[in-house]
């Protein structure tokens, strides 16, 4: 950077008959406190608790006042990580106690607010060449120094954040495959809870579509922030979430002597996630203590995959509101039975819709051809094709539970096929 005192700029102005450097280093005292009590004001308090907020306040202020004077006296405002290396180490020390960066902003840029009023008001009115040359100094300065000090701040926050990740990491890798997870929650600083509400997640396709231009992992990225918030709303910083979208899992800390019935909890929690990402969410849970876990993140992904295969509205479920497809569809050699019986319709969609329309019609031949356009003379020929073909015959109420349940067997394996 060209020092503001170059052939091509006006010099500095004269503050109080004193060059601006002499006047700054004079003055350096009283600014700080100009700056303190800005501080307060924007923090809303009286000066004195700002000036607790933070033991080194003072100091970083002064800091930096005198960093500013020195670049000014040597005729350029460049500014080295050396020349504000303590500047660097109180950042990272501030990342290390949990401060949020914009607040390590917010203090530079209202300490130089501070500092270029009280010189706006000395300068003389006839001096605005010299004002305008200070100010892009003092800018030049900001930039260079706030640059400095948000990547040591950063550094620190990369450092603990990676510590802090690993260690969640390792306590949602043990709960949900059944390792004991007290050495690693201890690790994390996290205290185990009663229960766990084990929640399985899926966001539907947004609303409204990208912008053009726009790349599509910030979608992705605006998506899984929004359900970290909306876990951090319901849970704190305890829980324990694994993000990718569309997906996510997550364990949520149950507070003690809470009830069984999750669907008002889980209500709440799906529809203002559906409402930040503008998308219809689907979402399953099931609680359990610590050392179950797997077991009911298994059972809350298979709620989700049977309300996802049958065509359930988006919203949340409990295994209570799917517990006969549940049932039915268990793994084991009468679903591969189940499965079985059905293949003959594979090559005639036409004859599934038609066994479709008709159980959700009632069984009634009538309603299924008008929903299906047909002569109900077609809907009585393609439900025996069926019957023939596949052994099923709908229209006989002893065998319609046996229907139904080899469809949803069907609907869930063609679920899965898709999700692989």
């Not at 003959?344 to 008709?358: G, M």
């Not at 009585?380 to 073909?389: E, F």
Request: overall charge negative; glycine content about 6%; some cysteine.
């Amino acid at each position: 950077m060209t020092s503001p005192k170059s052939s091509n700029a006006a010099p500095l102005p004269l503050l109080e008959g004193q060059p601006a450097a002499a006047w700054l280093r004079d003055h350096r005292d009283e600014l700080v406190e100009l700056a303190l009590d800005a501080l307060a004001d924007q923090d809303g308090t009286a000066p004195g608790p700002v000036r607790r907020r933070d033991p080194e306040l003072r100091w970083i202020i002064a800091y930096n006042a005198d960093a500013f004077v020195r670049a000014l006296e040597q005729g350029n405002t460049s500014v080295q990580e050396d020349d504000v290396a303590d500047l660097v180490a109180s950042a990272a020390r501030r990342a290390g106690e949990g401060e949020p960066v914009e607040h390590l902003l917010r203090d530079y840029q209202i300490g130089m607010d501070a500092t270029w009023q009280a010189v706006a008001r000395r300068c003389p009115p006839a001096d605005q060449a010299g004002l305008i040359q200070l100010t892009i100094a003092m800018h030049a300065y900001l930039r260079q120094v706030t640059t400095l000090v948000v990547r040591g701040f950063q550094h620190e926050a990369a450092r603990i954040h990676t510590g802090e990740r690993d260690a969640r990491y390792a306590l949602y890798s043990a709960l949900l495959t059944g390792a004991h997870p007290g050495t690693a929650a201890g690790l994390a600083g996290i205290t185990l809870p009663e229960r766990y509400l084990v929640l399985s997640l899926r966001l539907g396709p947004g609303t409204t579509p990208d912008e053009p231009g726009r790349a599509p992992e910030i979608t992705h990225h605006r998506r899984a922030n929004a359900v970290r918030r909306v876990l951090a709303d319901h849970a704190g910083d305890d829980a324990l979430a694994l993000i990718q979208d569309p997906a996510a899992t997550a364990l949520i800390p149950l507070p003690p002597g809470s009830g069984n019935d999750l669907k008002a909890y889980l209500g709440d929690l799906t529809q203002r996630l559906s409402d930040l990402v503008s998308a219809p969410v689907h979402a399953a849970a099931a609680a359990a203590v610590p050392h179950a876990v797997p077991a009911a993140r298994a059972q809350s992904e298979e709620v989700l995959q049977i309300a996802l295969a049958t065509g359930q509205p988006p919203g949340a479920y409990v295994l209570d509101d799917v517990v006969v497809t549940y049932q039915l569809t268990r793994p084991g050699p009468g679903l591969d039975l189940l499965l079985q019986r059905l293949r003959p319709i594979d090559d005639h969609p036409e004859w599934e819709s038609t066994l479709r329309s008709y159980l959700e019609h009632g069984f009634d031949r009538k309603a299924t051809a008008a929903h299906l356009n047909l002569h109900p003379n077609s809907v009585d020929y393609r439900l025996g094709r069926i019957a023939h073909l596949c052994g099923l015959d709908a229209a006989d109420p002893a065998q319609r539970l046996t229907t139904f349940a080899a469809l949803y067997a069907r609907d869930r394996a063609a679920h899965l096929k898709q999700e692989s």
